[in-house]
T-cell receptor
Framework: RKEVEQDPGPFNVPEGATVAFNCTYS??????FFWYRQDCRKEPKLLMS???SGNEDGRFTAQLNRASQYISLLIRDSKLSDSATYLC????????????FGKGTRLHILP | ETGVTQSPTHLIKTRGQQVTLRCSSQ?????VSWYQQALGQGPQFIFQ???????GRGNFPPRFSGLQFPNYSSELNVNALELDDSALYLC??????????????FGPGTRLLVL
């Protein structure tokens, strides 16, 4: 099983719709979780950290389920500018700190 | 803009050559991480430097090495280049805690093509 898995998509979603994607992780020692956004041929940028209690930032909601070892990202009222690749990031510590990126989920918002 | 800069932006090398990539971290950040991102893949962690010491390493061979300088800028060196080393190399800086829990701020990357 891969350390961090995401559905690669693409998710083709009409503007204004709600879209959600999950990311599963294999290491129960995982400590920190993030969602990053990456536009085509650009560097990743932090979208939001993911807290145990769940957190919301405007139209974006992130949730963590430690028991089932997944995190989720929900985007409400999607905009054309939300089109990007969304990268799930997990940090865990065994002997060393490790930070693992998923391969990303591609999202296309359709006009 | 994150304030993280990388040079050069693009580079073409041939198999067997050596390459050095450079990164200047955001002001106030003393931790720098390097990633390799192949086309269609997520970034893969190479290593992290905190206060000039290596602070964690991913599954990359020893021909990938690095340095961090007293001003917290960093270099990634790759020896004996292979075709599969062709990728976008990303540098990210984070605040002064030396761990991986902090938000990382990425530079624009260096695109390396190995022929």
């Amino acid at each position: 099983r891969k350390e961090v898995e995401q559905d690669p998509g693409p998710f083709n979603v009409p503007e204004g719709a709600t879209v959600a994607f999950n990311c599963t992780y294999s290491n129960s020692a995982s400590q920190s979780f993030f969602w990053y956004r990456q536009d085509c041929r650009k560097e990743p940028k932090l979208l939001m950290s993911v807290y145990s209690s769940g957190n919301e930032d405007g139209r974006f909601t992130a949730q963590l389920n430690r028991a089932s070892q997944y995190i989720s990202l929900l985007i409400r009222d999607s905009k054309l500018s939300d089109s990007a690749t969304y990268l799930c990031v997990v940090n865990y510590r065994n002997r060393d700190d490790k930070i693992i990126f998923g391969k990303g989920t591609r999202l296309h918002i359709l006009p | 803009e994150t304030g993280v800069t990388q040079s050069p932006t693009h580079l073409i090398k041939t198999r067997g050559q050596q390459v050095t990539l450079r990164c200047s971290s955001q002001s106030g950040h003393n931790t720098v991480s390097w990633y390799q991102q192949a086309l269609g893949q997520g970034p893969q962690f190479i290593f992290q430097y905190y206060r000039e010491e290596e602070n964690g390493r991913g599954n990359f061979p020893p021909r990938f090495s690095g340095l961090q300088f007293p001003n917290y800028s960093s270099e990634l060196n790759v020896n004996a280049l292979e075709l599969d080393d062709s990728a976008l190399y990303l540098c990210a800086s984070s605040p002064s805690t030396g761990g991986m829990k902090e938000t990382q701020y990425f530079g624009p990357g260096t695109r390396l093509l190995v022929l």
